[in-house]
């Protein structure tokens, strides 16, 4: 983005913005605040709320709120009445205005919150009438995540990689991409491209195109993956509709998947011409807001009948194309996106160790946290290593294995990983650059000599003694941040003979176990490579009849079941008729889970905000693709944890 501003200068760049608009959850929070609800309950009501629709008064019951108080009765009226009304505005992802003059004399701007951006203060929809040129880019974080990776490579191994040189067709690569084996690799690690990789079994690029484009709104709305799936097992015949329709589907097996082949299914079929077919995309863009998409029902449906195509089929395309003004690809964009979905895959297949680091240093970006990527990384085999003052720095780095050369073969080893200062919780990146750079001049010797030398402040010390980085100093976690507390409030002159009596007078601390260990990791960096919050509790919930995923994984279908797992991501998709997706971890593997709309609103306050869940349901098993059926969620409750659990994160939601 930045490039552009550069290129064609800030007076003839600027990003088009977005109005965001009032929401349920953004609404009760902005008349909670007003009317006084403590924080703590907003916080409760907001995770409560659907993202989209109406504000239920039960919700805020289930939040804790009185609904006999004025507060309830004047928060359920005022934020009804803001619903939909504009809050703020945003930044388009990608939306640039360039002019041959300066902008301003065309559209009003304002400088953007990010730094060294211009934004229009007009939507992309505005731009589009007034007929200006736009052009949509998109700063994805998985370039960054690519680059990274390749100067990787070239520092650790002399290969001089990038997209071009990746070899295609890689065998191994779409093994691990059939196994759905695709944390971390663009646009195909969601739980739902998850369970479709081993249905669709990509096994050129192709493939991927049709992956990306097939788990989106307008073919699921069409109803046509399950016929697109179908034909491609050889389970159903190939047919065209209409005998002219064959050169627009035939590669897409009589099913239209993208933007385009709709476009000429009104050529086509129903004789559009190429105006009307241009209207009919940016009626598709624009169906939400203006509605005018319904005009082309009559007009597209009636002419496809006189063509002698069925009416089931035209109705599914119209339904298509209402998808399609929800979230559709065209094709180029399809295989522009499965370009960059193969050539992550590879890495991660091929390079694990490089992989693994420029995507952790690319975050956030993608489908899940960093706890859940080190852990996947773990399970493939690649060593993690700690947060640690006396080895790590800002980013996360690449070293040497304890064993760097295999003594049968001669063959190095794949790489380790360290985790960056970064991770560490408030931390800031100006407290990482003074490690670093005091590090650089000399190994820190002691506890006292890191204080000494770094000078950080009281929250920096306590925050990294907390996530386990200064234990290489040889005291345990609490005795550390008993030591380090006072070490930020000494000057320089007096430190040797304060530190002595700190000492003398440090009381006795009882080691952290296993699981608190954990916990501390989380709380303080966001993960912890020293295990699974769950692998402390196995032998507890083992003994309770709860199998791990990998046991889940291997179960026929049809089998009753209970399961505890954490959950890492909920999802409640338009196209899924109320129906809410969840996945559930543990120190094995995924359980996705599948609750019905009757189900979830049974459960509501459990489904939608807790972070250690129980279920019991049956097992569902498609095209080796496992699912959970939930009949009922509960909470788990351990006796070895009777006051916690092990829900140390939060998860990632997406609606």
């Known amino acids: 983005i930045q490039h552009v501003y550069e290129k064609y200068g800030r007076s003839r760049a600027a990003m088009a ?20 609800l403590p924080e703590t309950t907003l916080d409760r009501l907001a995770r409560l709320l659907p993202h989209h629709g109406t504000i239920p008064g039960e919700a805020l019951q289930q939040a804790g709120i009185d609904m006999s ?25 990608g939306g640039f205005l360039l002019g041959h003059e300066p902008v301003h004399d065309i559209v009003p701007i304002e400088n953007g919150t990010m ?77 739902a491209q998850m369970a479709m990789l081993p249905r669709l079994r990509p096994r ?45 589907l035939a590669k897409t097996l009589g099913v239209p998947l993208f933007q385009e082949q709709v476009m000429r299914l009104a050529v086509v079929a129903a004789d559009y011409t190429p105006g009307e077919a241009d209207q009919l995309r940016r009626d598709m863009a624009a169906w939400r807001k203006s509605g005018r998409i319904e005009r082309h029902h009559e007009r597209l449906v009636s002419r496809m009948l006189d063509k002698g195509i069925a009416r089931e089929f035209a109705e599914r395309v119209f339904e298509q194309i209402r998808g ?20 992550t895959a590879w890495l991660k297949h091929t390079w694990p160790a490089e992989f693994t680091c420029a995507l952790l240093n690319a975050q956030p970006m993608g489908f899940y946290s960093a706890a859940t990527i080190v852990d996947d990384a773990k399970r493939h085999g690649l060593e993690i290593r700690a947060i640690d003052v006396l080895e790590s720095r800002w980013d996360c780095t690449l070293e040497p294995p304890a064993d760097s050369v295999d003594s049968t ?15 560490v919780k408030g931390l800031s990146a100006d407290d990482g650059g003074r490690i670093e750079t005091a590090h650089r001049t000399r190994p820190f010797e002691s506890l006292e000599d890191f204080a000494r030398r770094t000078a950080l402040g009281e929250k920096a010390l306590k925050t990294l003694a907390e996530a386990g980085a200064l234990d290489r100093f040889g005291y345990d976690r609490r005795t550390t941040l008993w030591t380090v507390l006072p070490l930020a409030r000494l000057c320089e002159d007096s430190l040797p003979s304060i530190v002595a009596e700190s000492r003398a007078d440090t009381p006795h601390f009882d080691d ?25 509790l196995r032998a507890e919930l083992r003994e309770r009849g709860l199998p791990d995923a990998r046991t889940v ?55 939608k905000t807790a972070a250690f869940l129980g279920v019991t349901g049956r097992i569902q098993m498609q095209q080796d693709v496992v699912h959970l059926v939930a009949e009922k969620l509960w909470s788990p409750r351990l006796r070895s944890r009777p006051r916690s659990h092990p829900g140390v994160t939060r998860s990632r939601d997406f609606h």
């Open 17 to 36: 913005a977005t109005v965001i608009r009032y929401r349920p959850r953004s609404a009760a929070r902005d008349v909670g605040k007003v009317l006084g």
């Open 69 to 93: 108080s004025p507060a309830a009765e004047h928060l359920l009226e005022l934020a009804g009445e803001i619903l939909d009304f504009p809050r703020h505005l945003s930044i388009h992802p």
């Open 115 to 191: 730094a060294d951006r211009t934004v229009i203060q007009w939507d992309k929809d505005d731009l589009e009438e007034l007929g200006l040129f736009k052009v949509d880019l998109l700063g994805l974080g998985a370039l960054t995540h690519l680059h990274s990776a390749f100067d990787l490579l070239r520092e650790h191994h002399g290969l001089e990689m990038s997209m071009a040189a990746i070899p295609p067709d890689d065998p191994g690569t779409y093994d691990a991409v059939c196994r759905g084996d695709t944390v971390g690799v663009f646009q195909i690690e969601s739980r």
């Open 204 to 248: 050129c690029f192709y493939d991927l195109v049709i992956e990306v484009s097939i788990v989106r709104p307008g073919p699921i709305s069409g109803g046509m993956v399950h016929p697109y799936l179908r034909r491609r097992s050889g389970e159903e015949v190939v047919t065209y509709p209409h005998a002219s329709l064959e050169p627009v």
């Open 324 to 343: 399609f003004g929800e979230y559709g690809f065209p094709e180029s964009h399809a295989a522009s996106f499965a370009l960059i979905a193969y050539a």
């Open 409 to 423: 073969s001669g063959a190095s080893t794949p790489l380790s990983l360290r985790m960056g200062l970064r991770y």
């Open 512 to 536: 952290l176990d296993a699981f608190e260990t954990i916990r501390w990791d989380y709380r303080s960096s966001g993960h912890s490579t020293r295990g699974h919050p769950l692998k402390p």
């Open 553 to 607: 994984a291997t179960m026929q279908s049809g089998l009753h079941i209970r399961y505890a797992g954490i959950v890492i991501c909920r999802q409640r998709p338009s196209t899924a008729g109320g129906v809410v997706f969840m996945t559930l971890e543990d120190e094995t593997g995924f359980v996705n889970l599948v609750l019905w709309e009757r189900v979830f609103e049974q459960f509501a306050p459990l489904a």
